[in-house]
């Protein structure tokens, strides 16, 4: 009976980390059909008296699109500027303008890569270790030591989470990829390497020196 259960428990959990990407992508679909489509629709509809499904998001990738051509000429960036002058005048549409445009520049730029590598550090307590994510360096200048800026991800959203800042010393390099690392985040460890493999010292640090100081 105990193993009966303990299998339909394996299958039922695997399942259910199975149909979580269908029903969230289900739901993101939904989403924009419902707040965006049906709305632009109804809209589009009364201005030329007729409309189809689908036809609000193709409208909105045109409108994005279309700011994306201005935004990318001078005149256009000059436009975006004044904006943002204005903006920056106004204190409750400031602070909000301010937090839009870093999570925007974050995202716009992928060459930059946000994540340099995935490290194990301790946190809350010695012997408490979790998967955190490189995104930078600093020197401490009394010091002269070198110390890693760490984003530690809140499982299972891997954009929420805290920034700390630790010693070299104070990490271990699992030798995982960053994809690795964000299926162990996003999975609660459900899904993850099985072991931490052995990464060679002067490896580790030469990534470290590669990585610029900010």
């Known amino acids: 009976m105990k193993t009966l259960l303990k299998h339909l428990k394996?299958?039922?959990?695997?399942?259910?980390?199975?149909i979580i990407?269908?029903?969230?992508?289900?739901?993101a679909l939904n989403l924009l059909y419902t707040v965006i489509d049906k709305r632009i629709t109804v809209v589009v509809e009364r201005l030329i008296g007729f409309s189809f499904p689908g036809l609000g998001v193709i409208l909105l990738l045109v409108v994005l699109y279309l700011l994306g051509l201005i935004v990318s000429n001078v005149v256009g960036r000059q436009i975006f500027r004044l904006v943002e002058g204005i903006a920056k005048r106004i204190p409750l549409?400031?602070?909000t303008y301010n937090v839009g445009r870093q999570l925007s520049s974050t995202l716009s730029l992928p060459e930059k890569q946000v994540f340099k590598r995935a490290v194990l550090v301790e946190y809350l307590k010695p012997g408490m270790w979790t998967i955190g994510f490189v995104t930078g360096a600093l020197i401490d200048k009394n010091t002269n030591e070198r110390l890693l800026k760490v984003f530690v991800p809140t499982p299972p959203n891997p954009i929420s989470g805290t920034m700390i800042v630790v010693r070299e010393s104070q990490t271990r390099d699992p030798g995982w990829t960053i994809e690795e690392a964000l299926k162990a985040v996003i999975s609660g460890g459900v899904?993850?390497?099985?072991?931490?493999k052995k990464v060679a010292e002067d490896k580790g640090m030469e990534q470290l020196n590669r990585m610029p100081g900010k």
């Open 10 to 18: 394996i299958y039922v959990l695997r399942g259910l980390f199975a």
């Open 21 to 27: 990407p269908l029903a969230l992508t289900a739901f």
């Open 93 to 95: 549409i400031k602070t």
């Open 191 to 196: 899904i993850s390497p099985k072991e931490i």
